[in-house]
């Protein structure tokens, strides 16, 4: 039996060294979560035609709001970059193109799931809001189910809604921006 206490936990730095090294395999889906190699699951049909139908909404509904990207890496620490499908981030003049965004550029963070639904609400979620993310989205595919995370804390999110088709929400830090829940589901 493995004991926590023997494994060795990397930093983002040995991790992007890794990669660059060549460590990983072409298209081996990886990030490191909590010093620990996460495998992701591959990317299917329902996973990316809904992904590809958020990240437009957003983009039009969030212009000159925030900034919107699908599939970014974002350093939470030390020993934490995962890549988010969706990431909400304050605009910022250059587009994040001369620095990596911090922790407190990002204003919300999105995770479809379906294989990695455990993952996601267990693992990732207490790490998002350990990084004060102010808003966590969970889209469960399977279930066609949107849940919204707010007020994190060190031990995890204090308030959920569970919206459905026709529910409004908004972001903690673009509170005056109503979005919609449909296009989050099918």
């Known amino acids: 039996m493995l004991l926590e206490s023997e494994l060795r936990p ?22 490191l979560i909590d010093g620990l190699l996460v495998t992701m699951p591959p990317i299917g049909n329902p996973h990316w ?16 709001r925030a900034l919107v990207f ?13 890549q988010p499908d969706v990431a909400v981030l304050a605009p910022r ?18 995770e479809l799931a379906d294989s990695s639904l455990a993952k996601d609400r267990g693992r990732k979620l207490r790490l998002y809001a350990r990084a004060r993310v102010p808003d966590y989205l969970l889209v469960d595919l399977a279930a066609d189910a949107l849940s919204h995370f707010t007020q994190p804390s060190d031990l995890g999110y204090a308030g959920e809604r569970v919206l459905q088709h026709g529910d409004r929400f908004s972001l903690s830090r673009i509170a005056d921006v109503a979005l919609s829940a449909d296009p989050f589901l099918a």
Do not use: C, K, N, W
């Not at 983002?12 to 660059?20: G, I, K, S």
């Open 10 to 31: 990397f930093t983002v730095d040995e991790f992007h060294r890794m990669a660059e090294s060549g460590i990983f395999r072409d298209g081996e889906r990886v990030e």
């Open 49 to 64: 035609t809904r992904h590809g139908s958020i990240v437009a909404y957003l983009l039009r509904a969030l212009e000159g």
């Open 70 to 82: 699908g599939q970014a890496a974002l350093r939470l620490s030390e020993r934490s970059e995962p």
């Open 93 to 110: 003049a250059d587009g994040y193109a001369r620095h990596d965004p911090s922790t407190s550029d990002i204003l919300a963070l999105i």
